[in-house]
Structure formats: C-alpha cells, structure tokens
C-alpha cells in the first residue's frame, strides 16, 4: 500500500521560509519522478515544482522560481520544497504527487497540468503567510 505523507507547513510571515518535506512508502521511490502542487480557496491546483527521478532535472512554476528550490532523498524515499521570500500569494495547501503514471522516471512535458499522471497524492499540509 503506497502511502505519502507531507510535513512542515505553517504560518509564516511575507519574506520568510519554509522547508516542506514528504515521505513515500509502499513504491521504489527512486522510479518515480514526484513533483509539488498548490491549492488556494477558490483557485485551481497549480504544479508548482518536479524533480526527476535522480533529482538532476528540475522544474518550476514562473510563479516559484528563483524562490524555491525542490530536491530529494532517495536514501530516506523524501522528497523537499525549500521556500523562501513568501509572499501571501504563495498561501494554499500543498501536496506532494509520485509521477507514477508516467513511467520513465521523469516529469512529462504536461507534468503540471495533467494530473491524471500522478497516482498517489498526500493529503496535503497548509502554508499560510501573513502580510
């Protein structure tokens, strides 16, 4: 049974930091990409970061970059978002996705718009910034 769990979300003040980490269990998590997506209240689920399966490739959302940083651990099957300069926009709850459906160990070219390439979602943990 695959199992992710996400940690570290919080309240924050604008300018601040955040570590996000999620753990996988239940899958050889070194086969999978796995990549970050966001919800606001109101908003759509946005992609915000992917790492390849070995964490040498790695894309963001024009809204993170050069703020976040995502990266990975295989050895302990976890997977990091590293935030910084927050801003209140970046407010939402954030899950952690195994690229699962896409089974080259890469983030596909529509990897944070087609959901349906994720097969195991987090439950999700809040990050709150306050202005």
């Known amino acids: 049974q695959v199992q992710v769990v996400e940690s570290g979300g919080g309240l924050v003040q604008a300018g601040g930091s955040l570590r996000l980490s999620c753990t996988a269990s239940?899958?050889?998590?070194?086969?999978?990409?796995m990549a970050w997506f966001r919800q606001a209240p109101g908003k759509e689920r946005e992609g915000v970061s992917c790492?390849?399966?070995?964490?040498?490739?790695?894309y963001y959302a024009d809204s993170v970059k050069g703020r976040f940083t995502i990266s990975r651990d295989n050895a302990k099957n976890t997977l990091y978002l590293q935030m910084n300069s927050l801003k209140p926009e970046d407010a939402a709850m954030y899950y952690c996705?195994?690229?699962?459906?896409?089974?080259?160990?890469?983030?596909?070219?529509?990897?944070?718009?087609?959901?349906?390439?994720?097969?195991?979602w987090g439950q999700g943990t809040q990050v709150t910034v306050s202005s």
């Open positions: 996705a195994v690229h699962s459906q896409y089974k080259y160990g890469y983030c596909s070219a529509s990897w944070s718009t087609n959901f349906r390439d994720f097969g195991y």
């Open positions: 239940g899958l050889t998590f070194d086969d999978y990409a």
């Open positions: 790492i390849s399966w070995s964490g040498g490739r790695t």
